[in-house]
């Protein structure tokens, strides 16, 4: 049995109206991260803890969410659409860049935190696809080639 | 009962039983790639479809169940086909390229593939190549020859994804998740099996993948190495470690794990004499098709270089060397300076310790020899004190020591009673059973109730509470104070219930009324601590007085005490044992006992020592005295298959095989007896305890000679003479389901004596006991990885007294007490209690022994913390 420190203990102190319940699993997930602005890793067995989950099972449905993080938010927050109009349209394509030029994958962020990539869901608008958001904001329709000046701005801003 | 029709043959099945398992039961190969038997079908691979008249379209096997009527085909050519598709679909994301390759007979590693340049990628360089449950299914649905390929116009899933890397940061596990099909049965096993709950399906879609804990590498998690996701995983994913690349098996032999006395039994595959894996074998009902990570990876504990392939005599002065010697030479050695010994003093001038490692063949042989042969009544084991007084109260309350109570229905008890430290460690399937009982699975819920009396946290502890149970924590020591004073209650008395840092004892007294109910199945588990004989005898005491106290008359039926060692109990009945024969029959004039002999040996009375298997400097408390006497005797003859701290100061070792290599059987801690069978070859010249024993009782020379051609012979003779084993000579047939007959005669309430001081001011009261990980074999050579994940080579402390004494987190503290020092680094804990430190008991080969008095009572220690060299 791991000893609280003091990082557990102000989750722990956070999670204390929280009881075994089932619901009660993403309330606790958002109050963490309505806190910390993502999940850090150690909460996972402090949640875990609190309603008697295995740490896995806390682990699972957080990454089952989309809107659950397990890094700190980034600057700047690059969210790829997984949606089928746009993997039609060569979203893939655009994956590939985004991930090679950033060298990071989804749900991570560059070591500086400025940028950050995303796994997202449709939105709807999918008349601009291959799409990325960029800080919630459309850009679209997208190449490789294109995408790989995007990322070549978005570092300059950063 | 329902009649149905599976591919044109009329079958007899389970009315509502899962299709796929009757399928599979009438020896009908079907695909089934994410189904477990026995659990809720998950129904997510869509492998198993078949044809049922009557029914829309294919249906999936897993989730129909039988009704009676019913006409299943399997093999219609529709089915066929759309089985292929869907397999298609599964290959299409799997890395492998010559899973539908005709060629795939013809083609060796190296070849240049005429159709693929991606060489790796690929069965034949896979680890699970030719054992491989998706490799078998591509072959059975004839994917190769029907040239079933979906990326021929497609592109495939599998090389357009970024797979994650694999993780092989752990001693035991690969995992590697390119390999990965997600059918989830990793996942359901470790949570509806093993209740442990380390494996996630983590994000979604496009994405999921499998994770463990909180996604960081499964040394990090909560997994305990079970290996039970290993054993379901259909591909090469969840592989095994050791052995990984050449585990293709040339011969399977079911034997049994020597690391605990549940006894699971297990099968190890050997190739070249050598073992190369272990998987559960389901001769033991009790484990089935679990085991715990000592028995599935123990087995290659110790590398082969460090076994004694020699046997060595030392004739110079103590200190001098051990040099290799013949067998014959050494046999006729050994005997004649036992003769010389018995000549000059008497027969009682020698002593012979079995041990509890030991088969029944072997402790029954050095009994033989001891009183037969050498005509010594001085017989006994290192380990013995606690578990004699254990047997001795369960004996005095219930007439007899060997009770009916039976583990196979621990798993479906209402009410499990736990009284241990650390169960989950000590005895890891009687906990998983327990576990069984409290939660069951999604298939076979159960609501079963946990009363857990322990000082220590184990993960027994989390299945307390919040299951309607709770987990009384009493000070180590007064654990049978606290059960004697439940049973009282229980019985209608008034006794004060002592204090305990945690738990609910109100919801203690309400379970132990609804125990009293006859309507309800009752456990009661006690598994005595291993060194502490005080505390053992009076727990078994209390143990039993709860246990009659709630079920009466058939308080046998409920109570299984648990040795830590496996074959405690077939050394007893063997009688390895200063007072009991073979049969536990009383002996006229009992021998010495262990802590007698040595007394002896260091006065001089005793001038010789035949040890057989034990290693009296890793297991008996107080070690500096036991380490004195011993170097007092003319003669220390060791057979054992390590160079144990004993081995090496004796003046004779002959080289055994490890119980791998043995064949023969253990009485288990519920006296069911399991069968060894020798799996792997003997190295160099070692040869089994056996011959040994045999040899030197010829060389002696008894009355008679013994003529043992093979160990069967040896059971057989237990089997003739030995009380209580007359079904089990060498050909009985259900090995793992006969146990020793026995009726309880007798239900006595016994006194409980109260629990030993607190330690002074100033002091900690340390504390010993079993943990998971450490192997017994790596131990008793003081390996440094002996703990290959390194995780008990610490001092537990309680976070106040480490803040108290400024000691932090893996300081390097020196543990002083009245018979000893030992340094080591400490771990601040959740698992101890204020005012208690705890050194699992083989650490470096059970140093923690040094500290402790010979009746291995908790001690109070002093902490200096080590001065930074
Ligand atoms: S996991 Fe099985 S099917 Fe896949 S490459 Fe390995 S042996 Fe072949
Ligand atoms: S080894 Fe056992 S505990 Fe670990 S993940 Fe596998 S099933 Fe779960
Ligand atoms: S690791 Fe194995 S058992 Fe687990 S989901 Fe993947 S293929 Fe299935
Ligand atoms: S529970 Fe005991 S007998 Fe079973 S595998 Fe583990 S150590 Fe061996
Ligand atoms: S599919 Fe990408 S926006 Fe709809
Ligand atoms: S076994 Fe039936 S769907 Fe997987």
Not at chain 1, 64 to 86: D, I, K, M
Not at chain 2, 681 to 696: Q, Y
Request: glycine residues 8%.
């Amino acid at each position: 049995m791991t000893v609280d420190n003091e990082a557990t203990l102000e989750i722990q102190h956070l999670l204390r109206d929280f009881r075994p319940q089932d619901g009660d699993l993403l309330g606790a997930l958002h109050a963490v991260q309505h806190r910390y602005g993502y999940i850090p890793r150690i909460a996972f067995r402090v949640v875990a803890r609190q309603l008697r989950l295995s740490e896995a099972k806390v682990y699972g449905a957080a990454t089952f969410y989309s809107e659950f993080r397990l890094t700190p938010s980034p600057a700047t927050l690059v969210g790829w659409c997984s949606g089928p109009a746009c993997r039609l349209k060569g979203s893939e394509g655009v994956r590939r860049m985004l991930e090679s030029r950033l060298g990071i994958t989804f749900g991570e962020n560059t070591g500086d935190n400025k940028l950050g990539l995303h796994f997202a869901q449709c939105n709807g608008t999918c008349e601009y696809a291959p799409q990325v958001w960029v800080n919630g904001e459309v850009v679209g329709p997208l190449t490789a080639a294109s995408t790989s000046d995007l990322v070549q701005k978005l570092k300059d801003e950063a | 009962m329902a009649r149905i029709t599976l591919n044109g043959v009329g079958i007899e099945a389970q009315e509502g039983a899962p299709l796929v398992e009757v399928i599979k039961k009438n020896g009908v190969w079907i695909s089934n790639l994410c189904y477990i038997d026995g659990l809720v079908p998950y129904a997510g691979c869509r492998s198993c479809l078949v044809s049922i008249e009557g029914a829309r379209g294919l249906q999936l096997s897993c989730t129909a169940r039988v009704s009676d009527g019913m006409v299943v085909d399997t093999e219609a050519p529709e089915v066929k086909s759309a089985r292929q598709q869907v397999l298609a679909i599964i290959n299409a994301n799997h890395s492998d390229r010559c899973l539908t390759c005709h060629r795939r007979v013809k083609c060796m590693p190296g070849d240049i593939c005429l159709r693929d340049d991606v060489v790796t990628h690929r069965c034949l360089t896979c680890s699970k190549n030719y054992r491989c449950e998706l490799q078998t299914t591509n072959d059975l649905l004839d994917m190769g020859f029907e040239n079933v390929e979906p990326w021929a116009l497609e592109p495939r899933t599998y090389y357009q994804t970024e797979q994650p890397d694999p993780d092989r940061a752990n001693p035991w596990f690969e995992f590697d998740p390119q390999m990965c099909i997600l059918c989830t049965r990793c996942v359901r096993a470790c949570d509806e099996i093993r209740h442990t709950t380390a494996i996630t399906l983590a994000n979604k879609g496009y994405t999921s993948r499998i994770a463990f804990g909180a996604g960081g590498p499964i040394h990090e998690s909560n997994c305990d190495f079970c290996g039970a996701c290993i054993d379901v995983c259909p591909t090469a994913t969840l592989m095994e470690k050791p052995n990984k690349w050449i585990a293709r098996t040339e011969d399977w032999t079911s034997t049994t794990c020597n690391s605990c006395s549940v006894g699971c039994t297990i099968s190890i595959g050997t190739r070249a004499g050598r073992g190369v894996i272990v998987k559960p074998d389901l001769v033991n009902p009790v484990s089935a098709d679990q085991i715990c990570v000592r028995g599935r990876f123990h087995y290659e504990a110790v590398p082969d270089k460090k076994r004694l392939q020699r046997h060595l005599v030392r004739r110079g002065p103590p200190g001098s060397a051990q040099l290799p010697a013949h067998w014959g030479e050494l046999v006729e050695y050994v005997a004649g300076r036992i003769k010389d010994v018995v000549a000059a003093h008497a027969a009682g001038a020698v002593g012979v310790l079995g041990s509890p490692f030991n088969t029944n063949e072997e402790n029954y042989l050095a009994q033989k020899l001891a009183r037969d042969v050498i005509g010594t009544p001085h017989v006994d084991f290192s380990q013995a004190a606690p578990n004699r007084a254990a047997m001795k109260a369960v004996e005095a309350a219930f007439g007899t020591e060997a009770l009916p109570a039976d583990m196979l229905r621990l798993g479906t008890s209402d009410i499990v009673i736990v009284i241990a430290d650390d169960l989950e460690s000590s005895h890891n399937v009687a906990a998983l059973r327990a576990k069984d009982a409290i939660v069951g699975n999604p298939a076979a819920p159960r609501h079963g109730t946990l009363l857990l009396v322990s000082p220590l946290w184990g993960e027994m502890a989390d299945f307390a509470e919040p299951y309607g149970g709770t987990w009384l924590q009493p000070r180590p020591g007064a654990e049978a104070a606290l059960v004697d004073a439940l049973a009282q209650r229980a019985a209608g008395g008034q006794a004060a219930l002592p204090p305990v840092a945690e738990g609910d004892l109100p919801r203690a007294l309400e379970i132990l009324g609804e125990a009293k109910d006859p309507g309800r199945r009752v456990s009661i588990i006690y598994a005595p601590n291993p060194g502490d004989a005080q505390a053992a005898g009076n727990g078994a005491r209390a143990a039993a007085n709860l246990s009659i106290a709630l079920r009466g008359d058939s308080a046998g039926e409920s109570l299984i005490v648990l040795p830590t060692e496996a074959n405690v109990y077939g050394a007893r009945d063997m009688g390895v044992d200063p007072e009991l024969g073979p049969g536990r029959t009383p002996l006229a004039e009992p021998g010495m006992s262990f802590d007698q002999m040595i007394d002896a040996a260091a006065s001089g009375a005793l001038k010789a020592l035949i040890v057989v298997g034990d290693n009296p400097l890793m297991f008996a408390p107080g070690s500096a005295r036991v380490r004195d006497a011993l170097a007092s005797l003319d003669l220390l003859v060791v057979i054992d298959s390590l160079l144990s701290a004993t081995a090496q100061a004796a003046h004779v070792v002959l080289a055994d095989v490890p119980s791998y290599g043995k064949t023969g059987t253990y009485t288990n801690g519920e006296r069911r007896i399991d069968r060894l069978h020798a799996a792997v070859a003997a190295l160099g010249d070692a040869r089994p305890a056996l011959l040994a024993l045999t040899d030197l009782a010829n060389a002696i020379g008894g009355a008679d000679t013994w003529s043992y051609a093979h160990p069967d012979a040896v059971t057989d003779e237990i089997a003739a003479s030995v009380p209580g084993y007359e079904r089990f000579g060498a050909g009985f047939g259900a090995w793992g389901k006969a146990r020793a007959a026995v009726t309880p005669s007798r239900f006595e309430r016994q006194p409980v004596s109260a629990a030993s001081a607190a330690p002074a001011a100033g002091e900690l009261l340390l504390t010993t006991g079993r943990t998971l990980y450490t192997s017994l074999e790596g131990a008793a050579i003081h390996a440094p990885d002996a703990d290959k994940l390194h995780r008990e080579e610490f001092v537990e402390l309680h976070p106040a007294d480490a803040a108290a004494m400024r000691i932090a987190d893996e300081d390097e503290v020196m543990l002083v007490s009245a018979h000893g020092e030992l340094t080591l680094r400490c771990k601040i804990s959740g698992r101890v209690q204020e005012g208690v430190a705890f050194v699992p008991v083989y650490y470096d080969g059970g140093a923690v022994n040094r500290l402790l008095a010979a009746d291995g009572a908790p001690a109070g220690v002093r902490l200096n913390v080590a001065e930074p060299a």
